[in-house]
């Protein structure tokens, strides 16, 4: 991956291009080899998530937007909101200068992390996105993956982010965006969202910083008729379940029109008198 992916909302073409590319290929097969190296360990939390998060619809950009963002950064980086991935192993293996704190909410998660094969630079704290408990200035570079959607206040989740994250450093972001009515981030809480972003950071590129919905963006809805089986759990019914649902209710079940957006910024570093 010699180039970064694009910042803002991605195009289907784009979409398409990347994942038929070898650096996806290889992101792919990494997490295929971790799966199966951990399986007894992920029994429960595949039950409970994904088994491959990285064939799921929009995880498939996200990914490889992000390493694309991580491949010269160094020192230490925070992946908040982390579950339990493949991802930050496939950083530190690709970048052995980065050393990860992978962080999450659910203390079931670090009995899964503790079950892992050992990975060196890749560590698990249990941690509230809200209220951090790591010093100020902690992290040389953030990223977060799809989880400010989840949380009862993203805005809240950025300012503390930016609190632990050193001046100079490198947040890259990518969450679900409602397209139409459904969805947990609608488009003026978005926009909201990026104005904080604004105020904090200053983006790696004008893209990061704006909403700009393409002719035929990458959205979950368009996975209905294509690729259903990249839909998360809920989502994926099959034209039975579809018709089942529609002779008992008169109506067809929907996939919410969902896209992601992602961006990357840099905390501006101290002036120097």
């Not at 963006?217 to 759990?233: G, H, K």
Request: charged share 20%; aromatic share 10%; with cysteine.
């Amino acid at each position: 991956m010699s180039t970064s992916l694009p910042s803002g909302i991605p195009a289907m073409n784009t979409y398409d291009a990347a994942v038929a590319t070898d650096a996806y290929r290889l992101l792919e097969a990494f997490s295929a080899d971790w799966i199966a190296e951990n399986s007894g360990a992920l029994t429960a939390y595949s039950a409970k998530w994904v088994t491959d998060p990285i064939q799921q619809w929009s995880r498939r950009w996200e990914y490889l937007y992000v390493a694309s963002r991580f491949l010269d950064e160094e020192g230490l980086a925070l992946d908040a909101g982390s579950g339990v991935t493949f991802f930050p192993q496939y950083l530190t293996k690709t970048n052995p200068h980065l050393t990860i704190v992978a962080c999450d909410f659910d203390p079931e998660n670090q009995t899964t992390f503790n079950r892992l094969s050992p990975t060196p630079n890749v560590s698990f704290a249990v941690e509230n996105l809200l209220s951090l408990s790591f010093p100020s200035e902690t992290f040389d570079s953030i990223y977060s993956i799809s989880t400010l959607e989840h949380l009862s206040n993203p805005v809240a989740a950025v300012l503390e982010l930016d609190r632990v994250l050193k001046p100079g450093g490198l947040f890259s972001l990518t969450f679900d965006l409602a397209l139409g009515a459904e969805g947990e981030i609608p488009m003026v809480s978005a926009e909201r969202l990026l104005q904080t972003l604004n105020r904090a950071f200053r983006p790696v590129e004008p893209s990061s910083a704006l909403i700009q919905v393409p002719r035929r963006p990458l959205s979950a809805r368009s996975f209905a008729y294509r690729q259903r089986e990249r839909l998360p759990r809920g989502w994926d019914f099959t034209r039975a379940q579809a018709v089942k649902t529609f002779v008992k209710s008169r109506t067809l079940p929907k996939v919410p029109n969902v896209t992601v957006h992602c961006s990357a910024w840099r905390k501006p570093s101290l002036l120097v008198p």
